[in-house]
């Protein structure tokens, strides 16, 4: 950004205008140690829990331990310019991150610090980190969906908006894929997203950047990064962070839709700054409030009604919900759920999304386990075509899965049995879904009412998915109207089941596939 | 700094304690501040730190040194603390003596930075406004520090009320960064 010198000079005119030169008074202290990020200071007798320290050199620190002659802090940022008896002062706020719109579409780092080179953030607004979650009377039950566009779980495992779904799974099982579509799949519903990324590879985070520019999902997606090389205490705030970003648009009256990616990364960064603060480990070494800063940070995620819509914004919205759906991912050790950290999570969540490397490896992508997955509130809020027909296929899998090892004795079974075998066989091929192709409601429906009216039956397994793919390319060019109604509406009666009946008959007619 | 503290405390508290019971506290707050100096004086703290010299040796130097400016009570609060090894302690505990000191007299050691040399009617009308701001009785250490450019720079233990043009201009540069 060029500027000329007038207009450099005008704007420090205005600063110098606006500046506040009262006598300043605060509490002040001083460095006793310094050990990997972790500053000891002995004065600030009046420093709070979690406040935000001013050290030299625009640093910032936040007040974690407060003992009885020294205040334990963590630098957040680089610490090598502190010295010992270098002063700490008190600034009296809460560590404040910048919010509002103007961030969509931005790459900020834990402290909401433009990192993307597409200039200063053009914001005012700023909301502290640390907030408690809405009370029970300002909130309202999940009833309506968030749409992530892969036929195997909207129609298995539904998200509704305000909801806390993890996606939990080994390394390499699409976790983060399953979360990328998801945001992709929000182009054009509304659904502001936030993509918190924490101890990720630099270059995953680039990555992900990248895609979901070429997808265009960028417009309406805030991605917070604080990458594998930040410090620890970056990584611990990072998901409050995204949070604060994401109630913004809830407290508005807006939908937004927040990724945690993943929360073992924080826990154990939060585990680091623990042990370094001397706090005494727990269990794997957590501290012991290792569960409340997950609990914390998840029951944030919330639908509140109109009211406090309302009470939040001052009158100026009205007769609107708000809601920040969570989509926590937590990365198991060998499949390991028992583990500490995944067991926490597990319990505080509305329900899992279990990712399986032994499906992934068998090329069933996304590799949900059908039978472990579970969403606790979504059915409610599940559209009404896809929970008519998705029932069916959550049926079949579940038979399949108990007659699956009989399926190589397949002559010696009797009739019933070998048709549910087959019929199991298609579902689980059909539930398999490229990358970056999410799916509408119309084109989910149209696949899975195919496979609960058995037109798949008559069509050889590894097929299924050429005869999918030509199906929908069908109904895209012949039934373009019958679609968008299902699209527009969601609804299923008998004019849409003989709609999609007959639209299917005649294309099984073209033998195209 | 802060560990040290935690150590002394005790024997601050303890010595407070029985100095307020004898109503000595001045004379405490005198021997103390010697101690503390004394141990300070590197010739000392190489013989304190000095393993092979024996308790025994050590107690009989310290009050050597040490005589004509203690009593018996300070005698014995020397031994003690030589028997435990804490002798290096005393700077610590004689500025937690002090606190204590000050904050059962109901005053607070405020530590006064000027421009310029106060006069006298200035610091009288400073010392009721900075009484009143504070809430408690003050003892004033007025010190000249041309740096600060102008206006003052007060310290009161961890508050700093920094009413001086050096501190304005650090904000201002700040806030223009």
Redesign the interface.
């Known amino acids: 950004m060029q500027l000329n010198p007038s207009e450099i000079s005008d704007l420090i005119k205005k600063k110098i205008e606006n500046f506040d030169l009262s006598a300043e008074a605060h509490t002040e202290g001083t460095v006793v140690s310094v050990t990997d990020g972790i500053v000891r200071v002995h004065g600030l007798s009046e420093a709070m829990q979690g406040e935000m320290l001013e050290f030299p050199g625009n640093t910032f620190g936040m007040a974690l331990n407060l003992e009885r002659d020294s205040v334990g802090v963590v630098v957040l940022g680089p610490y090598q310019h502190i010295t010992e008896g270098d002063t700490v002062k008190c600034t009296g706020r809460i560590l404040e991150v910048p919010v509002g719109e103007a961030l969509l579409g931005r790459v900020v780092d834990a402290l909401g610090n433009p990192i993307d080179g597409k200039g200063a953030i053009n914001t005012t607004e700023t909301a502290p980190i640390e907030k408690i979650a809405p009370g029970v009377i300002a909130r309202q039950s999940v009833d309506q969906p968030v749409q992530l566009g892969l036929k195997s779980i909207d129609a298995m495992i539904p998200v509704g908006r305000g909801q806390r779904e993890l996606i939990i799974g080994d390394r390499q099982t699409g976790k983060t894929a399953i979360a990328i579509d998801a945001i992709i799949n929000q182009k054009g519903t509304g659904i502001k997203c936030i993509y918190v990324a924490i101890g990720q590879k630099r270059s995953s985070i680039a990555n992900v950047v990248r895609k979901l520019e070429e997808h265009g999902a960028m417009a309406h997606t805030i991605i917070v990064a604080a990458s594998a090389s930040e410090s620890a205490a970056l990584q611990f705030i990072a998901p409050y962070t995204g949070c604060s970003m994401g109630e913004f648009f809830r407290d508005k009256g807006e939908d937004a839709l927040i990724i945690y990616d993943d929360l073992t990364k924080q826990a154990w960064a939060y585990r680091q700054v623990s042990l370094l603060l001397r706090r005494p480990p727990g269990r794997e070494a957590y501290p012991g409030d290792v569960f409340y800063l997950h609990s914390r940070l998840l029951e944030r995620a919330s639908r509140i009604n109109a009211e406090e819509v309302e009470k939040l914004t001052g009158g100026k919205v009205k007769g609107k919900t708000g809601s920040l759906t969570a989509l926590p991912i937590i990365e198991t050790q060998g499949g390991d759920v028992s583990a500490f950290v995944p067991t926490n999570v597990i319990s505080i969540t509305d329900g899992q999304i279990f990712l399986e490397s032994n499906l992934f490896n068998s090329g069933i992508r996304p590799a949900v386990n059908a039978g472990l997955s579970v969403s606790r509130v979504g059915g409610a809020a599940q559209t009404k075509i896809i929970k008519k027909l998705g029932g069916g296929t959550r049926l079949d899998l579940a038979q399949y899965r108990e007659l699956a090892a009989f399926a190589q004795f397949a002559s010696d079974l009797d009739e019933s049995t070998r048709k549910q075998i087959e019929r199991g066989q298609r579902v689980t091929e059909l539930m398999k879904q490229n990358q970056y192709s999410p799916m509408s409601v119309a084109q989910m429906a149209v696949s899975l009412f195919a496979a609960n009216e058995g037109f798949l039956d008559t069509v050889e397994v590894n097929k299924v998915l050429d005869f999918e793919a030509a199906l929908q390319l069908y109904m895209k060019s012949e039934h373009s109207e019958l679609m968008n109604n299902i699209n527009a509406t969601g609804d299923f009666n008998n004019e849409i089941s003989s709609g999609l009946k007959a639209a299917i008959e005649s294309f099984i007619k073209t033998h195209s596939w | 700094?802060?560990e040290l503290?935690?150590l002394a405390r005790p024997y601050a508290a303890a010595a407070f304690k029985r100095a307020k019971e004898t109503s000595a506290t001045d004379k405490w707050s005198l021997s103390l501040a010697f101690l503390a100096s004394v141990i300070k004086n590197e010739n000392i703290s190489v013989v304190v730190d000095n393993p092979k010299v024996n308790r025994q040796k050590l107690s009989a130097l310290m009050l050597d040194i040490c005589q004509g400016h203690v009593d018996i009570e300070n005698e014995n609060f020397i031994k003690l603390l030589v028997h435990n090894n804490r002798l290096d302690l005393l700077p610590t505990i004689a500025k937690l003596f002090e606190i204590y000191k000050a904050e059962d007299e109901g005053y607070i050691e405020v530590d006064v930075f000027t421009a310029f040399v106060f006069s006298k009617e200035t610091k009288q009308e400073f010392t009721i406004n900075l009484e009143k701001t504070l809430g408690k009785k003050i003892h004033m250490n007025v010190a000249v520090d041309k740096s600060l450019i102008g206006?003052i720079l007060v310290?009161a233990?961890?508050?700093?009320?920094?009413?001086s043009i050096k501190?304005?201009l650090q904000?201002?540069q700040?806030?223009?960064?």
């Not at chain 2, 233990?157 to 009413?163: A, E, F, H, L, S």
């Not at chain 2, 700040?174 to 960064?177: E, N, P, S, T, V």
């Open positions: 700094m802060s503290a935690t206006g310290r233990g961890d508050r700093v009320i920094d009413g501190g304005r904000h201002m700040k806030a223009l960064q």
